[in-house]
C-alpha cells in the first residue's frame, strides 16, 4: 500500500521532491489558524488502514508543536495505520542534563511528548552532546542520517583545493569524516583559555595550507558567532576567507546577515529553508525512506 505524505505549508517544495523520489502519494491538508489563534486541521483523504508520514522541519518548534499533535492525533483518530515524522531538522536537542537547580530536562520531555503521539521518526544530524543514541530518549523507531555525504559533495564540486576544519575538539569525528569523503586534507582549531574570557585559537600547520580554500563545518549555525572569531583568526594566520558549511541554519538573531557583513560566504542544507540553501538532503532521506 502507497505511504500518504502530508507536508507543513513551508516544506511543500521539498515534500514534492520527496515525493518525486520515492513514489510516494500526497496528502491533502487543510491547515490555517482561527482568529484566536488555535489551530484548524483538515484531512481531504481517505486515510484508513494507510500507512502515513508527516514532513516538518522543527526550527522554532513551540509554534509547529501543536499544529503537528493534532494533526497526527487526527490521522489517528480517522483511522491511519502507522504515523511517522520526518524532521530534518529536530528541536530541543540542547538541555538533555540538569545543568541549574529547577530546570527541566527538555529533550527528554520533548521527545516522550512525540513518541506517545507517533509511531517513528526519522531526522538529519539531530544536535548530540550527552545523549549518544535517540533511542535513549524516544520510545518510537528513531532514526537519524546523516548529512556528511551531500556535504562532501558540495565541497567537491565547488571548492578548489579545500582545506576542511572543525572548530573545536568535538567536531573532529564530523570534519574527518567529511574531508576523507571530498578527499581533501582536513584540522581542527586548537583553543587555549587565557583567562575567564579570552582565548586563543590556532590552526595547527597553518604553513602547510597557504594557497588552501578553509571550510568551516558544523552541524548547526546558531548565532554564527563562533564562525565569525574562526575566521578572524584563520585570516590572521594569512589564510583566504573561509566558506562557512553546516547542516542546520538556525541564524538566530540575524546570526546571516552578520556573517555576511564579515563577507564571509554561507552555505545550509534545505533542512529549515533559507537563502543560504545549496544542499538538498530529499534525496538522502529518500533513499532512507525507501529502505525501510
Same mark, same amino acid.
Given at each position: 500500500?502507497?505511504?500518504?505524505?502530508?507536508?507543513?505549508?513551508?516544506?511543500? &517544495?521539498?515534500?514534492? !521532491?520527496?515525493?518525486?523520489?520515492?513514489?510516494?502519494?500526497?496528502? *491533502?491538508?487543510?491547515?490555517?489558524?482561527?482568529?484566536?489563534?488555535?489551530?484548524?486541521?483538515?484531512?481531504?483523504?481517505?486515510?484508513?488502514?494507510?500507512?502515513?508520514? @508527516?514532513?516538518?522541519?522543527? &526550527?522554532?518548534?513551540?509554534? =509547529?508543536?501543536?499544529?503537528?499533535?493534532?494533526?497526527?492525533?487526527?490521522?489517528?483518530?480517522?483511522?491511519?495505520?502507522?504515523?511517522?515524522?520526518?524532521?530534518?531538522?529536530?528541536?530541543?536537542?540542547?538541555?538533555?542534563?540538569?545543568? =541549574? %537547580?529547577?530546570?527541566?530536562?527538555?529533550?527528554?520531555?520533548? %521527545? !516522550?511528548?512525540?513518541?506517545? &503521539?507517533? +509511531?517513528?521518526?526519522?531526522?538529519?544530524?539531530?544536535?548530540?552532546?550527552?545523549?549518544? +543514541?535517540?533511542?535513549?530518549?524516544?520510545?518510537?523507531?528513531?532514526?537519524?542520517?546523516?548529512?556528511?555525504?551531500?556535504? %562532501? +559533495?558540495?565541497? /567537491?564540486? *565547488?571548492?578548489?583545493?579545500?582545506?576542511?576544519?572543525?572548530?573545536?575538539?568535538?567536531?573532529?569525528?564530523?570534519?574527518?569524516?567529511?574531508?576523507?569523503?571530498?578527499?581533501?586534507?582536513?584540522?581542527?582549531?586548537?583553543?587555549? /583559555?587565557?583567562?575567564? !574570557?579570552?582565548?586563543?585559537?590556532?590552526?595547527?600547520?597553518?604553513? /602547510?595550507? /597557504?594557497?588552501?580554500?578553509?571550510?568551516?563545518?558544523?552541524?548547526?549555525?546558531?548565532?554564527?558567532?563562533?564562525? @565569525?572569531?574562526?575566521?578572524?583568526?584563520? !585570516?590572521?594566520?594569512?589564510?583566504?576567507?573561509?566558506?562557512?558549511?553546516?547542516?542546520?541554519?538556525?541564524?538566530?538573531?540575524?546570526?546571516?546577515?552578520?556573517?555576511?557583513? &564579515?563577507?564571509?560566504?554561507?552555505?545550509?542544507?534545505?533542512? @529549515?529553508?533559507?537563502?543560504?540553501?545549496?544542499?538538498?538532503?530529499?534525496?538522502? @532521506? %529518500?533513499?532512507?525512506?525507501?529502505?525501510?
Amino acid at each position: 500500500m502507497t505511504t500518504l505524505l502530508f507536508s507543513f505549508p513551508e516544506q511543500i &517544495h521539498f515534500g514534492s !521532491r520527496l515525493l518525486a523520489a520515492t513514489g510516494w502519494q500526497p496528502g *491533502n491538508l487543510d491547515m490555517r489558524r482561527f482568529p484566536d489563534g488555535e489551530s484548524y486541521i483538515r484531512i481531504d483523504s481517505d486515510v484508513r488502514d494507510c500507512d502515513v508520514a @508527516i514532513l516538518c522541519q522543527l &526550527h522554532q518548534p513551540d509554534s =509547529k508543536l501543536m499544529p503537528l499533535l493534532l494533526l497526527a492525533d487526527t490521522l489517528r483518530d480517522l483511522g491511519a495505520r502507522r504515523i511517522g515524522l520526518i524532521a530534518p531538522y529536530l528541536a530541543y536537542m540542547r538541555q538533555d542534563r540538569r545543568f =541549574k %537547580a529547577g530546570e527541566g530536562i527538555t529533550s527528554h520531555y520533548f %521527545a !516522550r511528548l512525540l513518541s506517545d &503521539h507517533l +509511531d517513528w521518526l526519522l531526522t538529519v544530524d539531530p544536535h548530540l552532546h550527552r545523549i549518544s +543514541d535517540l533511542a535513549q530518549i524516544y520510545s518510537i523507531p528513531a532514526r537519524s542520517l546523516t548529512a556528511v555525504v551531500p556535504m %562532501a +559533495d558540495w565541497i /567537491r564540486a *565547488n571548492i578548489h583545493q579545500p582545506l576542511v576544519i572543525g572548530p573545536d575538539s568535538e567536531s573532529e569525528q564530523w570534519a574527518a569524516n567529511v574531508a576523507k569523503l571530498a578527499g581533501c586534507p582536513w584540522e581542527v582549531l586548537q583553543k587555549t /583559555r587565557l583567562g575567564d !574570557r579570552s582565548v586563543s585559537v590556532s590552526l595547527p600547520h597553518v604553513d /602547510r595550507y /597557504r594557497g588552501y580554500t578553509p571550510v568551516l563545518v558544523d552541524d548547526i549555525i546558531s548565532t554564527g558567532k563562533t564562525m @565569525i572569531q574562526t575566521a578572524s583568526h584563520l !585570516r590572521a594566520a594569512g589564510l583566504c576567507a573561509p566558506v562557512c558549511l553546516a547542516v542546520h541554519g538556525v541564524f538566530a538573531d540575524g546570526a546571516l546577515a552578520d556573517m555576511q557583513q &564579515h563577507d564571509l560566504q554561507v552555505v545550509t542544507s534545505n533542512s @529549515i529553508a533559507d537563502v543560504s540553501n545549496a544542499i538538498d538532503l530529499a534525496p538522502l @532521506i %529518500a533513499d532512507a525512506l525507501l529502505q525501510g
